[in-house]
């Protein structure tokens, strides 16, 4: 939900070494990116994403931190526009659970990837994320909003799936295991969902869909009820191709 905070790459840091050539797919912001290209030296570090204006922020934000080993570009993750076997590590953030092809994106990934390079994902899995109090509005928001991800062909529990396509997809030596971050609180993440929520409600047909209008109309109760805790399981995957 968050915009990809630094601390989502610690699992990923370990496996970098100097001369590296790292793909950050489906990249939000210079953060995560710059993260990782600064984090060993010389790795050079191409953020991949698919919102032009995101991208100029990165590009901005890239410049007046002088950091030389980052660069991004756009790209779709269904079609990334790299050569075969020319990075050596490929690193994605909450980018599966909104992919309607997931075993398409892994192609991708497995394509790009040379001999022996390294797969590592972050995935949510919604399903296990716990947030505190579950209110009965709470819970009509998240159902409303999980709809919301699954009619635009995503999964908001991918993270129980990854490993399972990741091994289909070809990839060898894989480890998986739930990491629980809290970075995201409560009244952040009942904002972002109303928001998306609204945007959904936009975008209906007639601009009527009852059972979204009741999910907003708790996403509202929501934002307005008072503070609370939100504990977001990411499945943090590495796998070898």
């Not at 710059?34 to 934000?61: F, I, M």
């Not at 998986?176 to 209906?204: K, M, W």
Request: with cysteine.
């Amino acid at each position: 939900m968050s915009e990809g905070h630094a601390v989502h790459t610690g699992f990923v840091v370990p496996l970098l070494r100097p001369g590296m050539r790292v793909l950050d797919v489906g990249c939000r912001g210079a953060v995560t990116t710059a993260s990782l290209g600064t984090a060993t030296h010389p790795v050079h570090v191409l953020g991949l994403g698919g919102d032009p204006e995101q991208l100029r922020r990165a590009r901005r934000a890239n410049e007046r931190a002088a950091v030389s080993t980052t660069s991004f570009a756009s790209s779709r993750a269904r079609a990334l526009a790299v050569r075969s076997e020319s990075v050596d590590v490929v690193y994605a953030h909450g980018v599966l659970d909104r992919e309607p092809e997931p075993m398409v994106v892994l192609a991708e990934f497995l394509r790009v990837l040379r001999p022996g390079g390294l797969l590592a994902l972050s995935t949510p899995d919604w399903s296990r994320t716990r947030v505190k109090p579950k209110t009965a509005n709470v819970d009509a928001a998240l159902r409303g909003w999980n709809l919301v991800r699954r009619r635009e062909g995503g999964d908001p529990a991918a993270g129980r799936h990854v490993e399972d396509w990741v091994r289909r997809a070809g990839f060898r030596d894989i480890r998986s295991r739930p990491r629980f971050h809290s970075g995201n609180d409560y009244r952040g993440l009942a904002l972002t969902i109303e928001n998306e929520l609204a945007g959904a409600l936009r975008d209906a047909e007639n601009g009527m869909d009852p059972q979204l209008a009741s999910a907003a109309r708790s996403a509202w109760m929501w934002v307005r009820g008072g503070q609370g805790e939100v504990s977001e399981c990411w499945v943090e995957t590495i796998a070898a191709r």
